[in-house]
């Protein structure tokens, strides 16, 4: 704890004559190193706490200026060692400010009694006119949240987790904000009621009231000019700049809002990106991105999700007000000037083009093309699956993670086969077959969720989803029995043999969290019955869940095995292993290579038009080559022929080894 002194005589009369004057002077107390030189123009009312100023800082430019303080008022305000506060326009009242901050060119900044800082604000996410609220904390998580929106069938489960929250926002009511260490604050309007953390630079913002930037020395926050947030909280390693405008809004970590993006009651989980465009009561989980000046979100849920320019979404259906809601599944992409009327639910890394209103439910199955024309929905099931652009977004994920908090609020599985994307293909593919028992196998059309599935189509995606199911159920048994020599089947069957009987069942992914929903169930029913009854104990469920990913995973698949193939697992022996193998071989090949001809496609003649801009086809071909380079040497076509060669490679190793045991 920092001892502080009273100012001597000498010290009062020093800070008078440099136009410094005090309610009472008495009430003013300094570090026993304190001196005068640097305080000038400043007037304190209340209990002040005054640091030493000993250093300078830099400014753009190379300007130095020494810390001190010169033409403020304060009330109330602790100020940590070598800051400098200057030109503050009004008044700096009921903060501690840590060290080595700057703030200058400031209008105010106060608390005025006892705030939350954002804590607790409820955000009507999904429902405009309410009945989703979530409250929002500085450890919410994507999964807290998408379980408090949408678990509303459990109001006890509901009803212990709105306690848990209070509680967190209580426990962390105050009547004095905090301004952390290194933070610099230039050329603000109005803060008020904001909890700022450490390394955190506010530079032009407009308003600033009721919310916590929680800010940190490993991932810093920037806000920039023109932005105005109210009831917010802001999490560590994130961008709002340019006229971002948010009210009652939560913004995850490494989330980068700008270019006048306006958004309200809405939550944006980790690594979100919103420009231009603008949100109304929407659950954007981790990876949500929309640039586009033109584009709504509303009332809807994504995650893994690409908006397109224009893209919107309608939750008026009828008269009683912007009631509905939707979903798209993680991954899902919308085109340029596509729309959804709510309420409907799009399947897991589909592509939604053209104008849709008629409520469709395809979550059943995943990676389709939802096509518009004239006014009919048609579906295309599966068709993604073979898209140069899915495996790309599968790619690109992680490596986008801009997250350097070490304290990681949602866990993110990035899988694009998973036992959640997978149990949906066993879904469709029994799905689409029966559309074909019922309908007769020469009928053009088939109806489904006031959606057409063409009969091509229908065939293609269930052998689309053979090809997927063969590839998720060959990689699971290639990476349990990898790296060890077995004399017998037993050996194998022994090997095969789950750890856990956790993973059986459904599997749910909930917001970014890829698990088996015995599982969340399992933490939900603990949360009820009163056994978990902190936010740290629920992150600490999700974290485990999480971390076990993979073991739970192989439970499933291991079921999932024997059901595909027709197999009792304790009777397996080496010669299924190895027709197992050798169907996943074809079907990582087979995929690989259709992932090949659709990327060929970009580099079609179609695709050359606009290059060479004057010359012959020589020179529009030679364009091309110097700005997208050729096919062959592009990085990602090299990537899917070496993934056929480790694949292939990595399928007859395990054949070979197979092929040994004995009986």
Known sequence: ??????????????????????????????????????????????????????????????????????????????????????????????????????????????????????????????????????????????????????????????????????????????????IGHHVTILNTGSIKAVRIGDRCRINGASRLSNGSVNSNAEAPVYIGHGVICDDFIISSGSTVDDGTMLTRCFVGQACKLGHNYSASDSLFFSNCQGENGEACAIFAGPFTVTHHKSTLLIAGMFSFMNAGSGSNQSNHMYKLGP??????????????????????????????????????DTSNLPFSYLIEDRN???????????????????????????????????????NLLSPYTIQK??????????????????????????????NSALNKGVAFYEIAINKFLGNSIIKRLEGTLFQSDEEIRRRLRPDTEIGLGEWVDISGLIAPKSEVDRLLDGIENGNINQLKGINAAFERMHANYYTYEWTWAYAKIGEF???????????????????????????????????KK??????????????????????????????????????????????????????????????
């Open 425 to 454: 293909m066993f879904a469709g593919r029994h799905l689409l077959k029966e559309l074909k028992r019922v309908s007769g196998e020469t009928s053009e059309i088939y109806s489904y969720q006031s959606a057409k599935i063409r």
């Open 323 to 360: 009631i509905h809601q939707g979903t798209l599944e993680r991954g899902a992409k919308t085109t340029s000037d596509s729309y959804v009327l709510w309420p409907a639910r799009v399947g897991a890394f589909s592509l939604v083009m053209g104008r849709h209103v008629n409520h469709a």
């Open 1 to 178: 704890m920092k001892e502080y002194r009273k100012l001597t005589e000498a010290e009062k009369l020093r800070l008078t004559n440099q136009a410094c004057e005090a309610d009472d002077w008495e009430k003013v107390r300094v570090d026993k190193r304190f001196t005068c030189e640097y305080v000038h123009h400043a007037r304190f009312s209340g209990e002040v706490r005054l640091g030493v100023f000993e250093t300078e800082f830099v400014m753009p430019g190379g300007l130095k200026k020494h810390s001190g303080i010169r033409h403020a008022t304060l009330h109330q305000v602790t100020v940590g060692d070598n800051c400098l506060i200057e030109n503050v326009q009004n008044y700096i009242a009921n903060y501690e400010i840590g060290d080595h901050t700057l703030i200058e060119n400031v209008d105010t900044i106060l608390v005025d009694g006892m705030s939350t800082f954002g804590n607790g604000v409820e955000v009507a996410v999904l429902n405009e006119t309410g009945g989703r609220e979530v409250l929002i904390n500085d450890k919410l998580s994507a999964h807290q949240a998408y379980i408090l929106a949408l678990y509303r069938h459990r109001p006890e489960l509901i009803c212990r987790m709105k306690a848990i929250a209070d509680f967190y926002s209580n426990k962390h009511a105050a009547a004095t904000g905090v």
């Open 376 to 414: 009919t929905t048609y579906l295309v099931p599966g068709v993604n699956l073979r898209s140069v652009g899915t495996i790309r977004d599968a790619q690109k994920w992680p490596k986008r993670d801009k997250r350097t908090d070490p304290n990681r609020l949602d866990y993110i599985n990035y």
């Open 602 to 663: 970009e580099f079609s003649l179609s695709s050359m038009t606009g290059f060479g801009a004057d010359g012959s086809h020589d020179e529009m071909k030679l364009d091309f080559e110097q700005v997208r380079g050729d096919f062959e040497s592009n990085p990602f076509v090299t990537a899917v022929l070496r993934h056929i060669e480790v694949k292939t490679a990595l399928g007859d190793e395990l054949i070979a080894r197979m092929e040994q045991v004995g009986g």
């Open 565 to 599: 193939y027709g197999l009792e697992p304790e009777r397996v022996t080496a010669k299924d292993v190895i027709a197992i193998v050798r169907a996943w071989k074809e079907a990582v090949v087979k995929l690989d290579k259709l992932i090949y001809e659709d990327a």
